[in-house]
């Protein structure tokens, strides 16, 4: 039963809780799936690379839409907030909408991510806000699709945008929007991904003024407020169950681009009570090359990392964070000072802030923590001329590895874990879109972690270049320092990538680079698998031969890892009875 209005306080009920819960939540998981149909560029239609959530009057979340990247669910919070100080309340009208994607003071956590926060009024008064949160595939700057390695400041990055009225009272700013395009070598997609953007904020305040004309403005408003504070409670009871303590954690980036030395990520998580404190002062100082973080992005790392192993199903919203206190220190790794460069934090930074809360982790509740995972978003961006159009392309992609061993389950082969959770690609959306021929794809044998849980396998990928020149920049991790395993578990594979160029001979790249590539060259991109856990001889006979069937694993290594001895005369066997059950399973046609 819906509450009546009441000219004092509201009282909440845990029925009109939920409902309002389920329906606000709802608003944002629309606007998501409006933004993805009505997207021009392939990383947003296809990969999914967005989010899009409710804001309070105030710039507090409330609900973020399901199908997001986790990384967005921190760092959208500083930049709605920034672009609301920027653009201050009392200046906003009914159809305005504010764009911004600088990462500095706090924002976005690089250029890319071009955010749109558009006020939600009901009866011309300002009730709260929608955002969106998406990926442009170039912003400008030294390289195709604004990720280079090899730039040193934040100005080599791309096209800063602080935050302005993009659409004034529904009408587009074209003067504005000129001037960004002008900067960009991508301006069909920045515009069809603009006006996707602005089409679902526009969804989002319908829904909300439907939800406010149906319950009124008053329980809506209140609600809002009580889901922030049912999260904070959520949080709290959960982390009251864990034993009080500190505990450390640390891994390594494999370098900056610029230099190949290992970068330290140090962490030392603090439970007391019903707080968290995660400490990164002690980490590296900045980098010279561009993966450091604004600290946005280090607290959405430390809030994906609470909500997946405390509270899975917790709604994520500001009153989930309340109870979590992240630390960082200026002038280091974790809290880079202008004009330092930062775009490839993002793809790969976050994904060992999150190694190194994990391992922290493992000391308090390991039954819910993973091995290692692949550890890296393997970014490849490639820019050019595409000769059936005559027009700059940019093709954006992050490839997924293998997922770190749980206490009762293998990994996923072949995804995006942790910081974010985008789809591949099709390889006919690939080759229709850009100018590659794709001759390979498909899962790397002997790549996941032995244990007696397995790590997820990894995927290799081999394209030719058909353009007469490319620019691709590389922006991956752990192809020195292999995904850990856990409790006897393993190390997977390391990731690489190769170029065989139209002679034959091979080069091996670096895991963080930005180079040139001519006409019939081959790109082989191959990313790491994930740790085990346990002793691989406990792993099951019957899996091991399972998979040394698929293919993913030799008779050599059956025996010598996991201590199955495999003959030939029952690999055929075993062959031939899978075979025949495929048959059977097959449709008859009638």
Not at 12 to 23: A, E, F, K, Y
Not at 239 to 265: H, Q, R
Not at 301 to 323: E, I
Not at 544 to 549: A, C, P, T, Y
């Amino acid at each position: 039963m819906i509450l009546e209005e009441s000219k004092t306080k509201i009282q909440t009920d845990p029925i009109t809780l939920q409902v309002m819960t389920n329906s606000i939540y709802s608003v944002a998981d629309e606007m998501v799936a409006a933004l993805i149909r009505t997207s021009f560029s392939t990383n947003i239609k296809d990969r999914r690379d967005c989010s899009g959530a409710i804001f309070t009057r105030e710039g507090q979340l409330v609900a973020q839409g399901e199908v997001g990247t986790p990384l967005h669910l921190g760092v959208m919070l500083p930049a709605v907030q920034t672009a609301i100080k920027g653009v201050p309340p009392e200046t906003l009208k009914p159809g305005d909408d504010i764009a911004i994607n600088t990462p500095y003071p706090e924002g976005p956590g690089h250029l890319n991510d071009v955010t749109l926060v558009s006020p939600v009024f009901y009866q011309n008064e300002l009730m709260a806000y929608v955002a969106n949160m998406s990926h442009h595939v170039d912003v400008g700057g030294f390289a195709p699709g604004s990720m280079a390695f090899g730039v040193w400041e934040h100005y080599q990055e791309g096209l800063q945008i602080p935050p302005l009225k993009l659409v004034k009272q529904g009408k587009i700013d074209e003067d504005l929007v000129r001037l960004i395009t002008q900067n960009l070598r991508t301006p069909v997609e920045f515009r069809g991904d603009l006006a996707a953007q602005i089409a679902a904020n526009n969804v989002g305040e319908t829904r909300l003024n439907s939800l406010m004309e149906k319950y009124g403005p008053d329980i809506v408003l209140h609600y809002m407020q009580e889901i922030m504070d049912y999260s904070e409670r959520r949080i709290s009871a959960a982390i009251k169950k864990l034993p009080e303590g500190e505990y450390s954690g640390e891994d390594f980036l494999e370098g900056d681009g610029l230099s190949s030395n290992p970068i330290a990520i140090r962490v030392k998580v603090v439970l007391q009570g019903s707080k968290i404190v995660a400490d990164f002062r002690e980490s590296d100082s900045q980098a010279l090359g561009p993966i450091n973080c604004r600290p946005p992005s280090v607290k959405a790392c430390a809030y994906y990392v609470a909500k997946a192993l405390l509270d899975p199903g917790l709604p994520p919203n500001s009153g989930a964070f309340r109870a979590i206190k992240v630390l960082t220190k200026p002038g280091t790794l974790m809290e880079v000072q202008f004009p330092g460069a930062l775009c490839n934090s993002n793809i790969v930074t976050t994904q060992r802030i999150v190694d190194s809360l994990m391992k922290a982790f493992l000391q308090v509740i390991p039954e819910r923590v993973s091995a290692a995972c692949s550890g890296t978003m393997n970014l490849l961006n490639i820019g050019g001329r595409n000769p059936r159009t005559d027009s700059l392309f940019n093709y954006i992609e992050t490839y997924g590895g293998g997922q770190g061993a749980l206490v009762n389950s293998d990994g996923t082969s072949a995804v995006q874990m942790h910081m974010t959770n985008t789809r591949n690609a099709p390889v006919e959306v690939i080759e229709s879109t850009y100018p590659f021929l794709i001759h390979g794809y498909g899962l790397v044998a002997e790549s996941a972690g032995a244990g007696k849980f397995r790590g997820g396998y990894g995927m290799q990928r081999e394209f030719e270049v058909l353009a007469d020149r490319v620019t691709v920049t590389l922006s991956s991790d752990r192809f020195k320092f292999s995904p850990w395993g856990v409790f006897g578990g393993k190390s997977a594979s390391s990731g690489n990538c190769q170029v065989i160029f139209p002679d034959g001979t091979i080069e091996q790249l670096p895991s963080k680079v930005t180079r040139v590539l001519k006409k019939g060259s081959r790109l082989v991109s191959t990313t790491p698998g994930g740790g085990g856990w346990g002793n691989p001889y406990e792993r099951s006979p019957e899996k091991v031969r399972e998979e040394v069937v698929q293919g993913l694993l030799s008779q050599e290594s059956a025996l010598r890892i996991y201590g199955v001895v495999i003959s030939n005369d029952f690999l055929l066997d075993l062959k031939a009875t899978l075979q025949q059950r495929r048959k059977q399973s097959q449709p008859t046609n009638r």
